[in-house]
């Protein structure tokens, strides 16, 4: 089967350090580019960050750029997005995506785990 | 960033009405245009790719059109299962970015 799994999320203060993880399995890890997708308690998504398959090409939303890092490790399966200088903006459910692509680029999202709720409060 | 816009936000239907959801880009984006549906405490789904590739395993009742930047998702005939919130997103640049959603209610 199929599957995702993010974990790491919690309640955390503003301008602390969070780091996200996602498992994957079912599927061969290392020939998709793998995403962090977000929403915000009742909004809509937000794309936050992509990786290409070989760690090679990497994006981020202009809200995280310089705060936030993606990075994979093929050898275990797993995506992660280390998030420093929280904000309460931050604050959302954190969903872990895979491409349907080699490179994060033009791609869509067609796995998704089941998110990770992170909240930036004092 | 491209920006995208959904109308309607939302919409009332009623089982076996014919339902089309619209979304149109900021700029043209060829046929980059995804369509997701998410229901309640769920992940979003992929329905659509490339703007009329249905996804493995989604109803045949669910078909998308469109290029440039005008794009619509039609279901042939609503189902229960099919009241839930539905986005689209651009991949044609980065950011990918997504539209405001449309919810999709039961008359």
């Known amino acids: 089967e199929v599957q995702l799994v993010e974990s790491g999320g919690g309640l955390v203060q503003p301008g602390r350090s969070l780091r996200l993880s996602c498992a994957a399995s079912g599927f061969t890890f290392d020939d998709y580019a793998m995403h962090w997708v977000r929403q915000a308690p009742g909004k809509g998504l937000e794309w936050v960050s992509g990786?290409?398959?070989?760690?090679?090409?990497?994006g981020y939303a202009d809200s995280v750029k310089g705060r936030f890092t993606i990075s994979r490790d093929n050898a275990k399966n797993s995506l992660y997005l280390q998030m420093n200088s929280l904000r309460a903006e931050d604050t959302a459910l954190y969903y872990c995506?895979?491409?349907?692509?080699?490179?994060?680029?033009?791609?869509?999202?067609?796995?998704w785990g089941q998110g990770t709720m992170v909240t930036v409060s004092s | 960033d491209i920006q995208m816009t959904q109308s309607p936000s939302s919409l009332s239907a009623s089982v076996g009405d014919r339902v089309t959801i619209t979304c149109r880009a900021s700029?043209?984006?060829?046929?980059?245009l995804n369509w997701y549906q998410q229901k309640p405490g769920k992940a979003p789904k992929l329905l659509i790719y490339a703007a009329s590739s249905l996804q493995s395993g989604v109803p045949s009742r669910f078909s998308g059109s469109g290029s440039g930047t005008d794009f619509t998702l039609t279901i042939s005939s609503l189902q229960p299962e099919d009241f839930a919130t539905y986005y689209c997103q651009q991949s044609y640049s980065t950011p990918p970015t997504f539209g405001q959603g449309t919810r999709l209610e039961i008359k």
């Open positions: 990786i290409s398959w070989n760690s090679g090409s990497i």
């Open positions: 995506a895979k491409g349907t692509r080699d490179g994060y680029n033009h791609d869509a999202f067609d796995i």
């Open positions: 700029q043209s984006i060829s046929s980059y």
